[in-house]
């Protein structure tokens, strides 16, 4: 063999260690945002437990006392006219969404808040 063919057989063996190189780094990206999904589809899934197990909970509790009670929730207005308790309920339930860790801003809404507070939710909840 002579002395050129070994140089070039080094040379083509180097450029295929770094495609090989360039391929397992490629890879090592492609795992590594795989393994962060999974983290916060598990985080998201966890926190969706909870919030099923505190609704369940809740349910058991109230439930004897909706069978009981059969009348809607009314109030007396002061001027002696009768209103319905719906107002602020929705604000009431968008608060409590995001203090169980989602956001609630047209943004994000829906997703799971894993960076602490967001200005838009936090700003919606301020109007």
Not at 13 to 33: C, I, N, R, Y
């Amino acid at each position: 063999m002579e002395k050129k063919d070994i140089f070039a057989q080094i040379h083509e063996l180097e450029t295929h260690m770094g495609d090989l190189h360039q391929e397992l780094g490629a890879l090592k990206l492609v795992v590594k945002e795989l393994l962060e999904e999974n983290q916060r589809l598990w985080m998201e899934n966890q926190q969706l437990r909870k919030v099923l197990h505190h609704e369940h909970h809740e349910h058991l509790e109230v439930e004897p006392e909706v069978k009981g009670d059969s009348t809607p929730a009314v109030h007396p207005d002061p001027n002696g006219d009768s209103k319905e308790n719906v107002v602020g309920e929705g604000y009431d339930n968008l608060a409590r969404l995001y203090h169980e860790g989602f956001h609630i801003c047209n943004v994000y809404y829906g997703h799971l808040r894993t960076e602490g507070d967001c200005l838009f939710c936090l700003s919606f909840l301020n109007k």
